[in-house]
């Protein structure tokens, strides 16, 4: 079956023979096609896709399937361009943006198309995107835009079974289908062609207009990610600073002020565990301005404690985010040759 009303577009820069042609086999094995798939070819030397034998046939095969399908020349300022021109020059009333690297397993655009179109007040829907060498399974991860700075998108959280749904403030870019009446304010022209934080501002933008933003968690895209290839060749320093800077000017405009965390590690005993949950008013008092998140093995010994800048996690969770051994009571109490008891020294380690 064609969607008539879906174009898919992919901007791709120095993975034409690597990556590229799995996310055109991958396009072609969908349940429901789009009508349409246009190929921005960024590369710096623009060559006939057809000199590909693989990319040829599979060009050939979407002309049988009835695709219509567009190599166009990109304007080698990056991505964002690119994207731009395809939201200002499409035709259909849904684009389906793809990253080059993308491996779109066969019922992607079937379960987003649904979606989208099951709500006109739905502006942009994405499904969960996992790097399968390196799968994600933190609890702590968010899609909130105050949670921007914790750098775990709740997309890129591998899981099993069924589906969900789940209205989100701003998507992951790798993959995702908006309607084109939800994106009249464009894309943020002003970043560099590495185009980092581009997809955020994007969606961000069209959840501030009041659309709603679906993540479909656990419909799998899976992103093949290189280590070079695309953005990722691309060594200037400054064009990552430059659109970080854009970005923070940006969440002033928006007036979000981004969540500030302190992390806390008990590798310890469940008796520790109690004697940490004695100084935890105090952390409470002093950091009452900040999300509090306790990564434990024993999480049941903090039944009662219902505060809501309280999350506590697996120590697999929070380990990226501490250093185990400057949180390591008994180490301090050794070092120190402390004589004092031990929530005394939970004290001078954790305040």
Same mark, same amino acid.
């Given at each position: ?20 042609? &799995? ?35 599979? &060009? ?12 166009? $020349? ?31 397993? $066969? ?27 390196? $799968?994600?399974?933190?609890? &702590? ?9 914790? #750098? ?10 069924? +589906? ?104 310890? #005993?469940? #008796? ?8 935890? +008013?105090?952390? &409470? ?67």
């Amino acid at each position: 079956m064609i969607l008539k009303d879906v174009t898919a577009t992919i901007s791709t820069r120095g993975r034409t023979n690597t990556t590229l042609p &799995l996310v055109l086999s991958s396009l072609l094995s969908q349940t429901v096609k789009p009508c349409k798939v246009i190929v921005f070819d960024d590369n710096d030397t623009f060559a006939d896709p057809r000199t590909n034998d693989v990319i040829n046939n599979i &060009l050939a095969a979407f002309t049988l399937a009835g695709i219509q399908w567009y190599w166009i $020349p990109g304007a080698k300022t990056g991505q964002v361009t690119n994207h731009e021109n395809a939201r200002k020059t499409c035709d259909t009333a849904f684009i389906w943006r793809i990253d080059d690297d993308n491996m779109l397993l $066969p019922n992607n655009l079937e379960v987003l198309y649904n979606t989208i179109t099951s709500d006109d007040k739905i502006g942009a829907v994405g499904p969960s995107i996992v790097d399968p060498k390196s $799968p994600m399974f933190s609890k &702590l991860a968010s899609n909130k835009m105050d949670d921007i700075y914790l #750098g775990l998108n709740e997309q890129w959280v591998y899981t099993t079974g069924k +589906p969900t749904l789940k209205e989100v403030e701003h998507l992951q870019g790798s993959t995702f289908i908006y309607r084109v009446t939800a994106a009249t304010h464009g894309y943020e022209m002003s970043l560099s062609r590495k185009g980092h934080r581009e997809e955020t501002i994007f969606t961000y933008e069209m959840f501030k207009a009041g659309w709603k933003l679906i993540a479909v968690l656990g419909l799998i895209t899976w992103h093949f990610h290189y280590q070079t290839g695309g953005i990722r060749s691309e060594k200037d320093d400054r064009m990552l600073q430059s659109d970080e800077m854009v970005f923070r000017n940006k969440m002033r405009e928006w007036g979000v002020a981004a969540n500030s965390y302190k992390f806390y590690y008990l590798d310890s #005993g469940r #008796g520790d565990h109690y004697a940490f949950k004695q100084i935890l +008013p105090d952390i &409470l008092k002093r950091y009452r301005d900040f999300k509090i998140v306790i990564g434990c093995c024993y999480a049941d010994c903090f039944w009662d404690i219902n505060e809501e800048n309280v999350t506590f996690c697996s120590l697999a969770d929070a380990a990226p985010f501490v250093n185990a051994e400057k949180q390591n009571t008994y180490k301090f109490m050794f070092e120190n040759n402390w004589k004092g008891n031990l929530v005394d020294a939970m004290r001078k380690v954790y305040l």
